[in-house]
């Protein structure tokens, strides 16, 4: 049973950078496209990107793009989420997700969801 982990989360100041990482234990990550997502409280989860298993191909949300990259170390079972130029509206818990459904979706419950998520990992962005 693939599991997952979130780790890397934290406070910064505007403008500042953060690189998440989720890391996964019990499967190899390697055959699973990965997803990160983050939720604020009162608010749906909602879907920043997403990388295929290969690490060929991601996408994101128009909010993060130019901003926000994902990579993924498939030989040491991690996949990361490089965050620049951080905002106050980035504030948010962030998961990752893994499942074989690249592109992940933005919104859930609206289709097929990942099955596999990790914690989450909180992000803060204030002066």
């Known amino acids: 049973q693939l599991q997952l982990v979130d780790s890397g989360g934290g406070l910064v100041q505007p403008g500042e950078s953060l690189r998440l990482s989720c890391t996964a234990s019990g499967s190899s990550l390697s055959s699973y496209d990965v997803g990160w997502f983050r939720q604020v409280p009162g608010k749906e989860r909602e879907g920043i990107g997403s990388i295929n298993s290969r690490g060929t191909s991601a996408n994101y949300a128009d909010s993060v793009r130019g901003r926000f990259t994902i990579s993924r170390d498939n030989a040491n079972n991690r996949v990361y989420l490089q965050m620049d130029s951080l905002k106050p509206e980035d504030t948010a818990h962030y998961y990752c997700?893994?499942?074989?459904?690249?592109?992940?979706?933005?919104?859930?419950?609206?289709?097929?969801?990942?099955?596999?998520w990790g914690q989450g990992t909180q992000v803060t962005v204030s002066s």
């Open positions: 997700a893994a499942d074989h459904l690249f592109p992940f979706p933005r919104r859930l419950g609206r289709g097929a969801d990942p099955r596999y």
